[in-house]
């Protein structure tokens, strides 16, 4: 996934528009360009070869590098890591498992992974895909509070599967129902 970028006299463009710090930003001949940054002591450095004509910027190639290895990093930091959690029923769960399972989903739901819910088919139970379909789309229907269908119910193999996503979690605006019972609070406790 490194990105090489054309340096000085490896790029190969005739006119390239030049940008940069302490110069004149326009469209210059490759060997204007050249002289302008052997001038400043620093490096030409293609930036975006698909553009016509391809820019260039005036600039110290291993500061450049630098930054974008910086820029990576934080953008890589800032990322979220989506987490899987499988959740397994059978064509014939009873109530109890069920609602056990549920609750589990729940907590997954609210901590922001992501639920893979399936029926597991073993043998001749694959009779019993309609139940199991009725089982994983009420299982959507009793967590459309906390997350929401990305796919519905598709028989792959043995296993029907379903996959639910973390609802966004909205924040308050104002807090004023907050503000209003501390202070309602507060008047009640100087009484």
């Not at 002289?35 to 293609?46: G, T």
């Not at 895909?129 to 792959?156: I, T, Y």
Request: net charge positive; hydrophobic share 35%.
């Amino acid at each position: 996934m490194k990105m090489q970028y054309r340096i000085n006299d490896r790029i190969r463009a005739k006119e390239v528009r030049l940008v940069g710090d302490d110069l004149e930003q326009g469209v210059y001949s490759i060997q204007e360009a050249l002289n302008i940054a052997d001038k400043q002591q620093l490096d030409l450095v293609e930036i975006s070869p698909n553009a016509v004509p391809p820019v260039c910027k005036v600039i110290d190639y291993q500061k450049f590098l630098y930054q974008q290895k910086k820029r990576q990093k934080d953008q890589k930091a800032k990322s979220t890591k989506l987490i899987v959690k499988e959740i397994r029923f059978g064509p014939q769960t009873d109530d109890h498992d069920y609602d056990f399972k549920l609750k589990h989903a729940k907590a997954f739901l609210e901590e922001g992974s992501k639920v893979k819910a399936y029926v597991f088919f073993k043998g001749r139970s694959i009779l019993f895909k309609e139940q199991g379909e009725v089982l994983l789309l009420r299982f959507a229907n009793d967590l459309e509070d906390f997350g929401k269908v990305e796919s519905m119910p598709v028989l792959e193999g043995k296993r029907m599967i379903i996959m639910l996503a973390p609802k966004k979690k909205a924040i308050p605006i104002n807090n004023k129902s907050i503000i209003n019972s501390k202070t309602e609070q507060n008047a009640k406790d100087e009484n």
